[in-house]
């Protein structure tokens, strides 16, 4: 599975953005996929995952209440939208999908990983 995430700039502090990542293969509808974001120096972090149907969905604590994790399976789309962002949300967003169909906020479980899309939240 080839995965491009897009939809990254340059906003902020207060202002909503809405990331997405186009999937290149039909398997994306049976697969659990996630969103992970990383800093200069700092370890890849979860952000959030979806279950292959959208029935499940895990979040971060840090983002919880602020972010929302969806999927298009007619599209091969996976969507983050992102409210109330914060500087510390400045990162470089990836999207992956998971060897299985589940949810999961294990890294491990990620098999695929797409090119990531930056999002720099000013103050």
């Known amino acids: 599975v080839q995965l491009q995430a897009y939809g990254g700039g340059s ?12 999937a290149s293969d039909r398997t994306f509808s049976n697969t659990g996929m996630g969103w ?3 800093t200069p120096g700092k370890e890849r972090e979860f952000v959030a995952s979806i279950s292959w ?7 971060s604590d840090s983002v919880k209440g602020r972010f929302t994790i969806s999927r298009s399976n007619a599209k ?3 969507y983050l939208l992102m409210n109330s962002l914060k500087p510390e949300d400045t990162a470089v967003y990836y999207c992956s999908a998971t060897q299985g169909s589940q949810a999961t906020m294990n890294s491990y479980e990620y098999e695929y990983w797409g090119q990531g899309t930056e999002l720099t939240v000013s103050s």
């Open 53 to 59: 149907n959208g029935g499940v969905t895990f979040y």
């Open 76 to 78: 091969n789309t996976l």
């Open 36 to 38: 992970f974001r990383q």
């Open 11 to 22: 906003v902020r502090s207060g202002d909503s953005l809405r990331l997405s990542c186009a």
